[in-house]
């Protein structure tokens, strides 16, 4: 391995706490991490992608993207698609090698391995990983019905780290495999790259990137002066000039709605409205029927009527955004101009401000808005004032700590992960965690982000799944039990803080948090309660054989199992 990426990988694996695994197993990660977040602007985990171990099908990375969003579950794939009514999908394989030169029996068993997942029925040995991501991608098939904009698309990349010289041979054993895969009569296109130590370098360094993207903006005014706001222009711009700021270059729409207080809503009256407009040919309409479109960018760099804007989100327009993608392959749709608002400010008081006024205007109440947008940016806050040995950093939009220096990405908090760390440590609900993070926001309405909250529930609940992901990293609790971390976690919490949880907005909530994190800042006393929490899992007399534990009698069953381990211990004193 050349120094360079070998500096690269070392750095990464820092910054990821998975130093204990082996140069090879760091090196699958580091590809898969490195490829995925030029595909793709979400936040996802390692393990999310990672499928190298035995029975991986010479496969060391497997990820479904849907409508955007990488998939881990078939219940997140349901919500996506039912959601909006279409279905944008995608297929991507890695294979990594740390070996200095291309292999062509190498990059012919990769291939294999793609290939047999990929028919109906496998012969290779599969294991756990690969046979869910199957099970997704079976049922990804299935919703063919939904694939009204294209099929999908199929992406293999085999990485080593030599440098890729076109050889005839690979490059023969490369189309053939690319033939056959398109033969399946499946995707849209199928591509299989080769990609040497320069190519993933240059992955790898992209990463720290903010998105940026370059479009005509021609017809526009610029605003007045704003305190504290660099610039701000108000304008229309070409349909195709808006679709690169909503989609790249495989007409797959961008994960640029964080900021947006709502996801998308699908088929309901507004959206039909939008849709039947464009349907009906209206194009000339649609700009002075349409609110339009409003963008926060970090940075904007113009040159004549070319802007480049960089890290940018779309905080008023989601519908609308998702509408025209969705629409994009009627006749005419070129003739549709989108109002837009741009505005360029690093301010987050700025940001917020433009995000609730702009937002305001349907279906989403003043007091949802507030405690999607005014508890995130506090929580965010809070965050950051705690002290202590381990810091956690709370990620309100996906990768904004990608290129801050010193952060490792083990202390980084999504929003999904705290919403499903809370809902499990505190809502006592582990089994309704799995699928999309709005979704389940939806199922716990009113009683997750509600102003009157205290911080610190949310914050040991953070802290509590920090602990438990850097015990399966360093072996110290099986991985076994990570399809069961949420349920664990929930475990945790009852041994600690006791099994009655404490009014969510009460001073008694908080002093008992306080202890519990204490505790969990301790490493030993955490390592030993955590093995406590997962051999009465263990012992509960839950199925272990499950592959995903969904049913609320499973949370019942540990429950019990808990209370009695407790009631135990009191009757002991």
Known sequence: MDKITKSLLETFSSQNEIERLAESVQFEHFSNYSII???????????DIHTGSGGDCAIDGLCVIA?????????????????????????????????????????????YGAKDF?????????????????????EVINKSS?????RPHCKLFYVCTGKWVGDQNLQAIIDGGKAEIESLGVFENVSIAPNGATEIQKFYHETKNKLSTTINFQNRITLPDIVDVKEAYLGVIPFNEFAKLIQDENQTIHSIFDDNVRDFQGENAVNKRIKNTLSDGKFDLFCVLNNGVTLVAS???????????????????????NILHECQKIDGISNVSVPIKIIVTESE???TEITLATNSQTEVRTEQLEALSQFQKRLELYFNAEKGDIKLHYERRSQQYNSTP?????????????????????????????????????????QIFAASHKFLPYYVSSLCYYRIEQYFRSGELSPEYKKARFHIMM???????GCVIDQLNSNAIERKCEVFKVLLLDDKKALKIFNQATQLFEKSGIDLTKRQYKSESDTEILKDAVIAHSKSLQGAR
């Open 37 to 47: 977040s030029k595909l793709n602007r979400s936040s996802f985990e390692l393990d």
């Open 406 to 446: 010193g952060i490792k990405r083990t202390q980084i908090i999504s929003i999904p992960i705290q919403i499903k760390s809370f809902a499990s440590v505190f809502l006592e609900s582990p089994h309704l965690v799995s699928g999309y993070y709005g979704t389940i926001v939806n199922r716990f309405k009113g």
């Open 349 to 351: 008081d700025i940001k």
């Open 67 to 111: 409508n955007g969003k990488i998939i881990t579950d078939i219940d997140e794939l349901n919500e996506i698609t039912e959601g909006p009514g279409y279905l944008d999908a995608e297929i991507i394989f890695i294979q990594a090698k740390t070996t200095s030169s291309f292999s062509g029996s190498e990059i012919g068993s990769f291939i």
């Open 146 to 150: 939904y694939m009204i904009n294209r």
């Open 118 to 138: 990929l028919s109906d029925n496998p012969k290779l040995v599969q294991n756990e990983k690969i046979k869910n991501i199957k099970a997704i991608w079976d």
């Open 299 to 321: 940075s904007i760099t113009p040159a004549g009527n070319r802007f480049t804007l960089r890290d940018y989100q779309i905080v008023n327009g989601c519908q609308t955004s």
């Open 491 to 497: 475990a945790v919490r009852m041994l600690s803080m």
